[in-house]
């Protein structure tokens, strides 16, 4: 069974730093590519945030958060990071840990910038 359970989350002041974890199960996980989504307050859609490939190189950031956050993973610890710095309020969402081709998302965890 797949699963994906993320951590890190929770409530930080705008310039403040976070950083996102996810623990993968029931998979191969060094055979795929992951993915951090968000889906903003009022939206429906999730928003592709940050890719990382299978073999932890070409990563892709969204143009909001270039320079900003930065993917990573540790395959010996199957586990999905996204650091996350300089927040800002339009940074606040629920942050979902994906895996790629099998479409699995994970419960999400909630972020919120604000002072």
Known sequence: QVQLVESGGGWVQPGESLTLSCVASG??????????????????????????????D?????DSVKGRFTISRDDARNTLYLQMTNLNPDDTAVYYCHAGRLGTYGRGTQVIVSS
């Open 27 to 56: 998979f191969t996980f060094n055979n795929y590519a992951m993915n951090w989504f968000r889906q903003t307050p009022g939206k429906v859609n999730r928003v592709l945030v940050a890719a990382i490939g299978a073999a932890g």
């Open 58 to 62: 070409n990563e892709l950031y969204a």
